[in-house]
């Protein structure tokens, strides 16, 4: 068979499963089909399903490929500039959804709860982010702190010194806590306590102290603790 005559097959594949997306979206697609598609884009006239159920089997799944790095790609065959498109499609998912700014204008307790849940999709790491705000709820700041999680005075203090930096004039604490109960612990009260003493001796706000829990996000400044605030 010639090469050509395999390129017509392809082609024809490639037609009908766009056609089967534009119809049905991706529902009836499972991992090795997206990733296949996501190849017609990188690999030109040839079959990439094979390649798609490689890189499924090495990596686990499609967040597995594209999360991979760009030699590890290219060590199945992919062109520089293919692994670089898979890669460059990751990043710009992660940062779609960690960027608060994706929220214009603005922000509401909805939407920073939202935007946290979406920051901690798949994240098994212990630690606290904070969110600077300004007067008008607007983003000024967002990183995840240093200490990991607040312990002491001195990891308060952290907080106050990126509050002043920024000139603040709201600071939400969100502490990731994977395959945990979302409720506060002592931990998280205490840590609460020390950050809201901390900012209120420089005459600034704490907001709200949230806790991420897989799928559940718990608004302390919005429940029983929320005296914890004043």
């Known amino acids: 068979m010639s090469d050509g005559k395999r390129g017509g097959i392809h082609k024809g594949h490639r037609t009908r499963l766009r056609d089967e997306f534009f119809h049905n979206g991706f529902d ?10 996501l190849l017609f884009y ?18 686990g799944s499609l967040h597995g490929v594209l999360e991979a790095g760009t030699d590890e790609l290219r060590s199945f065959g992919l062109s520089e500039n293919g692994a670089l498109m898979l890669k460059l499609m990751y990043d710009v998912m992660e940062t779609t ?8 204008g603005r922000l ?3 939407s920073i709860e939202s ?18 705000l300004d007067s008008q709820c607007r983003r000024l700041f967002c990183n995840t702190l240093e200490c990991g999680t607040v312990k002491n005075s001195a990891d ?10 920024y000139d603040a004039s709201g600071t939400v604490i969100a ?11 002592r ?31 718990f608004s302390m400044g919005n429940s029983e603790y929320g005296s914890l605030f004043l």
Do not use: W
């Not at 308060?156 to 930096?165: D, F, I, T």
């Not at 840590?191 to 001796?201: C, D, E, G, P, T």
């Open 156 to 165: 308060a203090e952290e907080v106050v010194s990126l509050a002043m930096m």
């Open 28 to 37: 009836l697609f499972d991992d090795p089909t997206l990733l296949e598609m």
């Open 42 to 59: 990188c690999v030109p006239r040839k079959n990439t399903n094979r390649l798609a159920h490689h890189l499924i089997s090495r990596f």
């Open 108 to 110: 509401t307790a909805d």
């Open 187 to 217: 931990d998280d009260i205490r840590a609460a306590q020390l950050i809201n003493s901390a900012l209120a001796l420089n005459r600034l706000y704490l907001t709200d102290y949230l806790i991420i829990a897989d799928t559940v996000c």
């Open 115 to 132: 935007f946290f849940l979406n920051r901690y999709i798949g994240n098994d790491s212990d630690e606290s982010c904070i969110l600077l």
């Open 175 to 185: 502490r990731n806590k994977p395959c945990s109960d979302p409720i506060p612990d």
């Open 97 to 104: 959804y960690s960027d608060p700014d994706r929220h214009s």
